[in-house]
């Protein structure tokens, strides 16, 4: 199949209480990537198969791009990793830019997956990020390829290091905002592709307002993502993402 297909997985903001927090399934030419990995990844790509009737596990993706460090994006990556591990037999493939890897092991990970046990339970081994990740950096300065997908990115005003992506396959462009205060310099660099997904949410989210205010001509080729629960999907001027649901870019 050509072209490219988004999948929401997740839709929610750290704090919702009946959203996945927000995460994407891309294909294009039977290729597959993931953007974001929270907890529970494995249920959150069950329940998505079920609603688009589309098979997805860990073993789908050739990559997880990681856009920053918040809990709600890269929570599962610990049970992506083991499962890649210990299910699949290899490393798990990860982009992410330098300034989001820098924190990603002690910050994150080493506590829970620093050791393991050797395989008669007799001591245990010390491992580091290259023990479960093949990782590729993001640059603002040079994109990135992986299978059918090539992957752009630009830093965010967020309060840890969080990059926006525009990533092409299939001769689409999909643009993602990932979390970030309201930036008409990001808007402008978003504003070519062809599909944008933009957050949107309180304190240093962008607020829906400021969205609703762009030109028609940007707004019917956003959807809407990360919102809180209480947002009034039906009122929006924007059309929100809804998980499970399949969008051609």
């Not at 490219?4 to 927000?22: I, M, Q």
């Not at 599909?195 to 989210?205: A, L, Q």
Request: proline share 5%; charged share 20%; with cysteine.
């Amino acid at each position: 199949m050509t072209g490219l297909l988004v999948v929401p997985l997740g839709v929610g903001d750290a704090f919702s209480a009946f959203r996945y927090s927000s995460c994407l399934a891309l294909e294009s030419a039977g290729k597959w990537l993931l953007i974001d990995c929270p907890h529970p990844i494995r249920k959150v790509l069950w329940e998505a198969s079920q609603t688009a009737n589309i098979e997805l596990d860990i073993d789908s993706f050739q990559a997880v791009v990681l856009t920053h460090l918040h809990a709600d994006h890269c929570s599962g990556l610990e049970g992506f990793a083991y499962f890649c591990k210990f299910a699949l037999g290899r490393r798990a493939r990860l982009l992410l830019h330098p300034a989001v890897k820098e924190r990603l092991w002690e910050g994150c990970l080493a506590a829970g997956m620093e050791r393991l046990l050797v395989a008669d339970g007799t001591g245990s081994e010390p491992k580091g990020l290259d023990d479960y990740f093949e990782i590729d950096s993001l640059s603002e300065k040079l994109a990135a390829k992986v299978g059918p997908f090539t992957i752009e990115c630009q830093r965010t005003i967020h309060h840890v290091p969080t990059t926006a992506l525009k990533i092409h396959a299939g001769g689409r462009c999909l643009g993602y905002s990932s979390d970030t205060s309201f930036d008409p310099s990001l808007l402008e660099w978003l504003a070519g592709a062809d599909f944008i997904i933009h957050e949107t949410n309180y304190g240093v989210h962008t607020p829906y307002e400021k969205l609703a205010q762009l030109p028609q001509e940007l707004r019917q080729k956003m959807r809407l993502i990360h919102y809180p629960d209480d947002f009034d999907l039906d009122a929006s001027i924007i059309e929100p993402l809804r998980e499970g649901c399949c969008y051609e870019v």
